[in-house]
């Protein structure tokens, strides 16, 4: 078999609190789906094994294709990875990545020395 590689259709749609990435990916499950953090930049990467195996009398064939993919998707600094859901559901993978909150100034407050 030819590897092939997966060019999923990716979505990404984003709002005031969040950032929704959605990926088409037919036949793939949870085990065939990683997706890592580093550095502001979160990887998606898929890899599709199939076996298929036809006996005949005279001949037996097994069929393996193998189709993969990686998508790379920058994302705001300060993204805690720890608050990221990704589900998979009839081949369609959603990852939502809450946007991290805008850094506030504190306010210190000034006291005499005493």
Same mark, same amino acid.
């Given at each position: 078999? #030819?590897?092939?590689?997966?060019?999923?259709?990716? @979505? #990404? *749609?984003?709002? @005031?609190?969040?950032?929704?990435?959605?990926?088409? =990916?037919?036949? #793939?499950?949870?085990?065939? !789906?990683?997706?890592?953090?580093?550095?502001?930049? =979160?990887?998606?990467?898929?890899?599709?094994?199939?076996?298929?195996?036809?006996? @005949?009398?005279?001949?037996? =064939? *097994?069929?393996? %294709?193998?189709?993969?993919?990686?998508? %790379?998707?920058?994302?705001?600094?300060? !993204? @805690?990875?720890?608050?990221?859901?990704?589900?998979?559901?009839?081949? *369609? =993978?959603? !990852?939502?990545?809450?946007?991290?909150?805008?850094?506030?100034?504190?306010?210190?407050? *000034?006291? %005499?020395?005493?």
């Amino acid at each position: 078999g #030819l590897a092939t590689d997966l060019v999923p259709s990716t @979505d #990404l *749609v984003e709002n @005031d609190n969040e950032i929704q990435i959605t990926a088409e =990916l037919p036949g #793939l499950e949870e085990k065939d !789906v990683q997706i890592n953090l580093a550095d502001n930049m =979160l990887t998606i990467k898929g890899e599709k094994k199939a076996e298929k195996e036809e006996k @005949d009398k005279n001949y037996r =064939l *097994v069929e393996r %294709s193998y189709g993969s993919f990686s998508r %790379s998707i920058e994302l705001p600094p300060g !993204v @805690d990875a720890g608050t990221i859901k990704a589900s998979i559901s009839k081949g *369609v =993978l959603t !990852v939502v990545i809450p946007k991290p909150a805008p850094a506030r100034a504190k306010k210190i407050e *000034v006291k %005499s020395a005493a």
